[in-house]
């Protein structure tokens, strides 16, 4: 039972690090707390669900949609929203990306209602993993590789290709990267880009086994905060082992102590973490 708990808690982990992955990025190289973030993830949900509903196609078919749509999405923010405030005092980028999240959460409530909803016939709906004495839901799992491709793709993109050196070389120097020759706010809107794309991902994916509704964003874009303070600030693999530590917490917590128990769990980890390094366990 115990191996159970660890493997399911594993798989969750995987998928929250790749949510914490954007999240990071945008903190890391602009400085800016994206309090949309989760608001992000909820729109890729939707966007599956409706693909779904509306055209019969399967969220695993309808990820690149959803993934482009929310990049576009992130990318549009940024042009509009983000780059009007980014040279101002810290608290009125916060606080714009914090009406964004309200307007986000609204606006679906309106249009959709608070009902939840369920995408019930899934090319990977009722298919089981079977691993000795762990069972395995097929939906979680693919939801798993999936967020652990995608956080390589990131992570390869960001340390191996020239955009991702001029974007790691904003997120250092700002003012020299522009002495350098580099488009600085082309490589900001390409960051808030790639972090819509990684919520995008997750969101289609976890959209075959979580209900989506307006405020199903909400709790995953909290947890990716905490993820991020314990993995450090702009730190992609930081974010990963993160991400894992939160998913075992989740889930441990929830088995030995009860489901009501198992995000205190989680929360008494970031303080702890946050006493001992307030920079997270991989920051420097």
């Not at 590789?145 to 020239?162: D, E």
């Not at 969101?203 to 450090?232: C, D, K, N, Q």
């Amino acid at each position: 039972m115990l191996l159970q708990v660890i493997a399911s808690g594993i798989l969750m982990g995987f998928i929250y690090a790749l949510v914490a992955v954007g999240l990071t990025l945008v903190w890391g190289v602009m400085d800016i707390i994206n309090f949309a973030h989760g608001e992000f993830l909820m729109l890729s949900m939707y966007t599956a669900f409706w693909m779904y509903s509306l055209f019969s196609i399967d969220p695993l078919l309808s990820l690149p949609v959803a993934t482009a749509l929310i990049f576009l999405m992130g990318f549009i923010t940024y042009k509009i929203i983000i780059k009007r405030v980014i040279d101002a005092p810290g608290l009125t980028a916060l606080l714009a990306t914090f009406g964004l999240s309200l307007f986000l959460r609204n606006m679906a409530q309106f249009l959709w209602s608070p009902n939840y909803r369920f995408i019930n016939e899934t090319i990977v709906g009722d298919k089981k993993l079977v691993l000795g004495p762990i069972v395995l839901g097929m939906p979680q799992v693919v939801a798993s590789v999936g967020s652990i491709l995608m956080t390589t793709a990131v992570f390869y993109f960001i340390t191996k290709t020239r955009t991702g050196r001029a974007i790691q070389a904003t997120a250092l120097d700002k003012d020299t990267a522009r002495l350098m020759g580099i488009n600085t706010e082309k490589i900001y809107a390409v960051t808030f880009g790639i972090a819509g794309a990684c919520v995008g991902v997750a969101g289609a994916l976890m959209s075959t086994f979580f209900p989506t509704h307006p405020e199903s964003g909400a709790l995953y874009s909290l947890l990716a905060f905490v993820i991020v303070a314990l993995g450090g600030f702009g730190n992609i693999m930081g974010a990963l082992y993160g991400g894992i530590i939160i998913g075992l917490a989740e889930a441990l917590g929830g088995f030995y102590l009860g489901t009501q128990f198992k995000y205190a769990v989680v929360f008494l980890i970031y303080l702890i973490v946050i006493q001992v390094r307030p920079k997270g366990l991989f920051g420097w």
